[in-house]
């Protein structure tokens, strides 16, 4: 056993969070693409099943009988989300996919007029969320070339500049809408400063909302105190929910029951009370529950359950945080000694704008020559066009072990 190996297997004995690796069924090898699909829980199964029983055994009925009753199945889950992403209970809701709540949400907060008509996102935003923007600015009647703001890194860099992020919102000052950027970033595994962006944007008087796909379960949030005005995710990442997990949204308690406040209306929005008298006037919740459209996917938010509970006995983010910025630390570490400039991270070395994903790009070789044997070596990371493979480790089913066997493997491949 090398140095190495056994300083991560010290590490590992010492970890308090070591156990909840036993909490999850882990594909052969090392996993260490959290980042784009977490590992599936243990008890996902059994809720899973449950579920499956109640719908054998109680039929229709299953959605009024119990405390799973799947009318409020929803419920479940929102303590658990609100304390991930730092807000109150009435301002989140389980509910859709990441991309839907983005349409439904900027439908109540891109209100453009012939004089603020303008949406800032980053060039390099993930593309569902680039096309999202163009075509609530084409529905409202304007056009993206005079519409949509983009902002890039400066030339010669990969990840934005903060001041520039400030400055771009200032520039556009009056004409600006929206702003509608990641919490981090899929690429790079940026972490933008999301309290300091919000203020800019009410300072110029847009609103501002983020896509929190890589920040929840990655990174500590807080998003009322932040005073962030809505905010979109899935689960499916670094909550484990399992492929095509529902999604879940946010919106600030100052929103949630303001009457004015356009919304495409549903079903599951109005009066819960009243919801199966099959009244025509919609009347409501006033809560953020009023976003809601459909009844909840159900065996979607079964597997969801599982790991949130995990989650919750780990100690929440603060303890996952913790040893994720321990695992970095080791990470960057062991690159550096064992690859040197042979492979490059443009993730942000400082901890307060990175999270648990790496960005790495091999600059001995061709990078895509060596994601392709870490995938024949059974080490499960990801590549993104044109020169990047990403890698997380991630605190919750990631050891150090895990870490030290990449980066060995890592510099067997690189030559």
């Known amino acids: ?10 590490l590992d004995a010492a970890d308090p969070l070591a156990r909840f690796r036993d909490e999850f069924e882990l594909p052969d090898g090392i996993y260490l693409v959290g980042n784009s699909l977490g590992a599936l829980p243990r008890a996902a199964r059994t809720n899973v099943t449950v579920e499956f029983d109640r719908w054998s055994t109680l039929g229709v009925e299953g959605h009024f009988t119990g405390d799973l009753a799947w009318e409020s199945y929803h419920e479940l889950l929102t303590d658990q989300l609100a304390s991930l992403v730092g807000a109150r209970r009435h301002e989140v809701v389980g509910m859709n996919s990441l991309t839907v709540n983005l349409h439904l949400l900027m439908v109540s907060f891109y209100r453009p007029t012939p004089t603020r008509h303008k949406m800032l996102i980053e060039g390099h935003a993930f593309p569902s969320d680039h096309f999202a923007a163009e075509s609530q600015i084409r ?7 005079t519409s949509l703001v983009v902002l890039n890194p400066r030339p010669g860099e990969v990840t934005l500049n903060v001041d520039d992020i400030i400055n771009v919102i200032a520039e556009h000052g009056d004409e600006l809408a929206l702003v509608l950027l990641p919490g981090v970033q899929y690429y790079t595994g940026q972490v933008l400063p999301m309290q300091r962006i919000t203020a800019a944007g009410h300072a110029v008087g847009a609103q501002v909302g983020f896509d929190l796909a890589h920040a929840v379960g990655n990174v ?10 809505f905010a ?23 929103h949630v029951a303001d009457p004015a406040l356009p919304k495409l209306h549903g079903w599951w929005g109005t009066n819960k009370s009243t919801r199966f008298e099959m009244r025509t ?7 953020v529950e009023s976003w809601q459209l459909s009844n909840a996917p159900i065996l979607s938010m079964a597997a969801l359950r599982a790991s949130l509970d995990i989650i919750t006995a780990a100690g929440g983010m603060r303890a996952l945080r913790a040893k994720s910025l321990q695992q970095m630390q080791f ?10 400039d042979r492979v490059v991270s443009l993730t942000p070395t400082a901890v307060e704008e990175r999270g648990c994903q790496s960005a790495l790009q091999i600059t001995a070789g061709n990078g895509r020559e060596v994601y392709e044997q870490l995938i024949a070596a059974r080490v499960l990371c990801d590549w993104r066009e044109p020169d990047v493979i990403r890698v997380a480790p991630v605190p919750l089913y990631n050891s150090f072990s895990d870490i030290d066997r990449f980066v060995d493997i890592l510099d067997e491949v690189v030559t």
């Open 232 to 254: 979109a995710w899935c689960t499916y990442k670094y909550l484990n929910s399992g492929p095509g997990g529902v999604g879940a949204a946010y919106v600030h308690e100052r």
């Open 220 to 229: 500590e949030l807080d998003l009322h105190g932040w005073d962030v005005d």
């Open 1 to 10: 056993m090398t140095s190495t190996a056994h300083e991560a297997a010290a």
């Open 281 to 287: 006037e919609f009347d409501a919740i006033p809560t």
């Open 139 to 145: 529905q409202r009647g304007f056009d993206p070339a």
């Open 331 to 340: 990470f960057d570490r062991r690159l550096e000694e064992s690859l040197g």
